[in-house]
């Protein structure tokens, strides 16, 4: 591939644009009551309206790679144009100047497993599958939450019994985003029950659509249903499809893992649009709570926290695609983001009052019911809150691992501070 500035791609990504999309009109700035109140966190679609946005993100994923603007720095092998984050970020700058279909489909395909799939997968797999996630031929999921095994994802029952030249799959996952439109999953699965929980697991790509995989979708109390849970009933698949060596899924796992909190972490806004000063305030005005102390200086914090959050993620991921390693700040980027968004519900619930649970059809009162619904289950997705401080406290901070359960001693006998694995 030949040398080409970041100038130059600009350009060229702007040409391809043009031809291909349409300007996003100005912004505008933001004033109460005019435009849809639509609150765009936890924004669940029907099933029918999500797969018809599935299969508009891929007709646009699919025009961009055949541009050479699907995959800017992934290998040549396999399509992707090898050139530098900062061609990639160029291409996102442009393209937020255009109106262009959503690419959240994608989000745990190319954030998560594709990614997983480059580091462990043997070449035979990686090409069969990252050309056609990256082009957007197929959408995959992560397969990794149990119904007994959420934060301490180590315990996972699944098992994977090798038989021949292929393994045989039967459990249950839970909590599996995009399912129902994946071809493709990741999975982990226990492979020696006699090992510790963390050495005895092996990761795999299975397909979604084999003989014995069902899907069955999950009602949340948002009213949505875009997580599933999966059942394997002896489903096969080759040895060729394991990720990573036989008992070695945790290091799989924790790749993905890490990529996973990343992308929650950075998703979460941070001084504009639903976050930014001018809505906060518009609220305030209209209200009648302008000129209350003790709310303004809430709102006040609510949008340094998310500035300060915004700010620290960035310096995160620059870190990274500079060639630099994770540092602690992805650690604290998702417990940031919860904490975050409770206490932005919290404020808007006290705010509105009644108005956020009874449907009057007042322009910008009851569609944050929504949002209210949907952010204790950002507490749990992608690792709990309790675990993430746990994680902080021990690997960050450096202080004692937090004390495990002797299950042969009552707890009336346990030793306040015994130290237990």
Known sequence: ?????????????????DANAEKRPPAREFVWGEGSDEVAVFDEKDRDAEALEAEEAKEWRRLRFDHG????????KFGGRALSGAHERAYAAVENEYVTP????????????????????????????????????MVACQLFSEPGSGSDLASLQ?????????????????????????????????????????????????????????????????????????????VRVP??????????????ALTTLMNERASIGAGGGGGSGMFG????HAMLEHF???????????????????????????????????????????STAKL??????????????RVLGPRITADSGEWGTYAWSKMLLGVPGMRVAGGTDEIMKNIVAERVLGLPKDPGIDSTTPFKDLKVGTQRD
Not at 105 to 116: K, Q
Request: hydrophobic share 40%; glycine share 10%.
């Open 158 to 234: 699944t098992k994977a019994i090798r038989d021949g030249d292929e393994w045989v799959i039967t459990g249950q996952k839970v909590w599996t985003s995009s399912a129902h439109l994946s071809e493709i999953g990741e999975i982990i699965c226990r492979t020696d029950p006699e090992l510790p929980k963390h050495k005895g697991l092996t990761g795999f790509v299975v397909d979604m659509r084999a003989p014995g995989v069902e899907i069955r979708p999950l009602r949340q109390m948002t009213g949505g249903a875009n997580f599933n849970e999966v059942f394997f009933e002896e």
């Open 288 to 330: 009648g709570l302008d000129r209350d102390p003790v709310v303004r200086d809430e709102a006040a914090r609510l949008y340094s926290d998310f500035t300060v959050a915004k700010w620290n993620n960035q310096r995160a991921l620059d870190k990274i695609k500079a060639g630099g390693l994770p540092g602690p700040e992805l």
């Open 69 to 76: 603007l699907g995959w800017i720095t992934g290998p040549e």
């Open 277 to 280: 000063p001018r809505r906060l």
């Open 239 to 252: 040895d060729t499809h394991r990720l990573g060596d036989v008992n070695q899924g945790w290091t799989v």
């Open 336 to 349: 940031a983001l919860t904490n975050n968004l409770r206490a932005y519900t919290e404020w808007v619930a």
């Open 1 to 17: 591939m030949a040398d080409i500035t970041v100038e130059e791609f600009a350009r060229e990504a702007r040409a391809f644009l």
């Open 102 to 137: 959503g690419m959240g489909i994608f989000t745990i395909s190319l954030g998560m497993v594709a990614p997983t799939i480059l580091a462990h997968a043997i070449p035979e797999v990686q090409d069969l599958y990252l050309r056609d996630l990256y082009r957007g031929d």
